[in-house]
Antibody
């Protein structure tokens, strides 16, 4: 059974940093593209980061480029998101989402983790 | 402001048929990247419902179907059931933005 489990969320002050993790199981993690998608409270879904199976290429949405860094450790079957210079508008539920190479959709999602940026 | 445009809400009685529209342009839905749909039940993560216009992953009932015409797409739900009450999102890839994009979501209420 495919499972994606996010961790590392919480409350952080504006300008602060946080690192999210996504533990994968039930599939060959190293062969899949991985993404981060977020959902602000009461709002819709926003894709913002992608990493290929080899670790390159990496893509970011304009809203996070230069502040967030996506990475992966295939030996640990884990995806990471380093978030720096956090803003109030980064408050959201953060989901890791799997994508098969050659497709354009996200076939499995984690349960999500809440990040709250507030003073 | 989402790249793909969906109605904020739709509703229907049990057993009825409802459709949810998703409007885009030639950079996303009109491009050869397909359109995909997700169901988000209350307080849960999104789940893939339809991919590549009208393909259902294993376990998704055939009451759910999709279609596309030009730069717009639709999700149809027949035989509406109480458990279908959820938020539904369309998604595509936008070649101009070089980004995966979503619609703003449509809340389905089963009356």
């Amino acid at each position: 059974e495919v499972q994606l489990v996010e961790s590392g969320g919480g409350l952080v002050q504006p300008g602060g940093s946080l690192r999210l993790s996504c533990a994968a199981s039930g599939f060959t993690f190293s062969t899949y593209e991985m993404n981060w998608v977020r959902q602000a409270p009461g709002k819709g879904l926003e894709w913002f980061s992608f990493i290929s199976p080899s670790g390159s290429p990496i893509y970011y949405a304009d809203s996070v480029r230069g502040r967030f860094t996506i990475s992966r450790d295939d030996a640990k079957n884990s995806l990471y998101l380093q978030m720096n210079s956090l803003r109030v508008e980064d408050t959201a539920i953060y989901y890791c989402a799997r994508k098969t190479v050659g497709t354009v959709y996200f076939d499995y999602w984690g349960q999500g983790i809440l990040v709250t940026v507030s003073s | 402001q989402s790249v793909l445009t969906q109605p904020p809400s739709v509703s229907g009685a049990p057993g009825q048929r409802v459709t949810i529209s998703c409007a885009g342009n030639n950079s996303n839905i009109g491009a050869p990247y397909g359109v995909h749909w997700y169901q988000q039940l209350p307080r849960t993560a999104p789940k893939l419902l339809i991919h590549d216009i009208n393909n259902r992953p294993s376990g998704v009932p055939d009451r759910f179907s999709g279609s596309k015409s030009g730069t717009s797409a639709s999700l149809a739900i027949t035989g509406l059931r109480a458990e279908d009450e959820a938020d539904y999102y369309c998604q595509s890839y936008d070649i101009s933005l070089s980004a995966w994009v979503f619609g703003g979501g449509t809340k389905l209420t089963v009356l």
